[in-house]
């Protein structure tokens, strides 16, 4: 059996980093966007914020709950749901999102090492429903960012 380790404290983290973007309710994702690092991090814990950016009255303030994100590095190597071999079709692509909330630093921590010398981290945001009519009739539009706890990989 293996041992789960969890850490006393929370590991330390010189640098934090945010990428932020709106997303309407009328929109179903963003494009991606992307962070580059000027040498090799490690990135160890994420907090995300879902904000509301319209006051319509009988909708719904979003939260990361109802949010997905897809994140990779150097458009390669997926952090969220792993790249289906030999499928192209945007429901594929909607397979490698995962909720928002799942990496905010209150659940996990990560160690996410990214070792060539200027790593892009990049992130898509989408709702977690599909249907535009749904979706529309039910959330305020908002913004979110993902806020990372990083250190340089020399500083380690």
């Known amino acids: ?14 640098d934090t980093w945010e990428i932020r973007d ?11 966007l992307s962070i580059e690092f000027p040498e ?3 990135v160890v814990g994420a ?24 994140m990779d590095v150097d458009d390669q190597r997926r952090y969220t749901n792993a790249k289906v071999i ?8 909607g397979m490698q999102y995962v909720t928002l909330a799942a990496l905010d630093t209150r659940y996990r921590d990560l160690h ?8 892009t981290l990049g992130l898509s ?16 539009d908002c913004d979110i960012a993902v806020a ?3 250190t340089p990989q020399k500083g380690i």
């Not at 030999?86 to 692509?93: E, F, L, N, V």
């Not at 945001?125 to 305020?140: C, G, N, P, S, V």
């Open 1 to 14: 059996m293996q041992e789960i380790i969890v850490p006393r404290m929370k590991p330390a983290a010189y």
């Open 86 to 93: 030999g499928q192209t079709s945007s429901a594929s692509r």
């Open 22 to 32: 709106s997303l309407a309710a009328a929109d179903l994702e963003t494009s991606r």
């Open 125 to 140: 945001f989408r709702w977690k429903i599909f249907d535009d009519a749904t979706r529309e009739a039910l959330y305020q």
């Open 47 to 70: 907090h995300v914020s879902v904000i509301a950016t319209t006051n319509t009255v009988d909708l719904v303030i979003p939260t990361a709950e109802d949010i997905l994100v897809l």
């Open 40 to 42: 090799p991090y490690l």
């Open 112 to 119: 996410m090492k990214l070792d060539s010398p200027r790593a």
């Open 148 to 150: 990372l706890f990083c």
